[in-house]
């Protein structure tokens, strides 16, 4: 009689090893991730610092306040053409930047063409909806256009503030962390807040945050099990 042919298989060493090797792959995949992750914060953390150290530096050179200096002066002080604010308005050099598309557009032309920031941001008109302001205004890491205006478009008590919006798109986790980092790991207090955008033009979405999954729990804390891809954060100045 012919004898039975041997079943090959697996040893448990190899099933071991494979096993291992699976592991190391993940923990490095959980790594990497973990370090785009620190990167990106570490980019919202510097925009904040990079954009705070040119508002006040554009101050102390021309005494006025980006974005709202009258663009006829601008050009002559800057050296070049400056188109907004594109005409004298009531709220042109009063000494804010008010919650407008123009003066928040202007925001970004001035400062990049006196050199205060890098980028190319030089807006012909005056944007008409966020879509327009968003062509002309830098960028975080996710895409969401920032802005920087007098508002009280952020979570918890609020009055107008001057205050940097890093802009929507950004992942619940990247918010905590930054917020852990930088302030005290509550989106509705500190200098770093949650946004809570208006209902309506100006910046109706990119001032909004995500309700679907939502960005906070019900206790208010970050959302983290939601998570949700599109927050946005408020430095208060």
């Known amino acids: 009689m012919k004898g039975k042919k041997g079943q090959s298989g697996f040893t448990l060493v190899e099933i071991a090893m494979v096993l291992v ?5 993940l923990a490095g ?31 102390d050179r021309f005494r006025q306040v980006p974005g709202d200096f009258p663009s006829a002066e601008a050009s002559t002080a800057i050296g070049t053409t400056i188109n907004l604010p594109a005409a004298a308005s009531a709220t042109d050099g009063n000494g804010r930047i008010d919650n407008t598309y123009e003066e928040a557009a202007a925001v970004w032309e001035q400062l990049s063409k006196a050199n ?20 002309n205004a830098p960028v975080n890491a996710f895409n969401g256009a920032l802005t920087l205006t007098r508002n009280a478009d ?11 919006h890093l802009g929507p798109q950004i992942p ?16 509705a207090s ?9 209902g309506a ?35 208060l100045y």
């Open 21 to 25: 090797i699976i592991g190391l792959l």
């Open 116 to 135: 205060f920031i890098q980028g190319n941001y030089n807006p012909a008109t005056t944007p008409a909806n966020d879509a327009d302001y968003a062509a």
């Open 201 to 235: 033009n100006p910046f109706s979405a990119l001032h909004a945050v995500s309700t679907a999954p939502p960005c906070v729990d019900a206790g208010g804390n970050y959302d983290i099990a939601g998570d949700a891809q599109d927050c946005g954060l408020v430095f």
């Open 29 to 59: 995949i959980l790594k990497g991730q973990e370090l785009v992750n620190s990167a990106r914060v570490r980019n919202l953390a510097d925009q904040n610092s990079g954009i705070q150290a040119a508002y006040y530096g554009f101050i």
């Open 154 to 164: 952020y979570a918890g008590t609020a009055s107008l503030r001057l205050a940097l």
């Open 190 to 198: 500190g200098v770093l807040r949650l946004s809570a955008g208006p």
């Open 172 to 187: 619940v986790r990247i918010a905590r962390e930054l917020d852990v980092k930088i302030d005290d790991a509550n989106p």
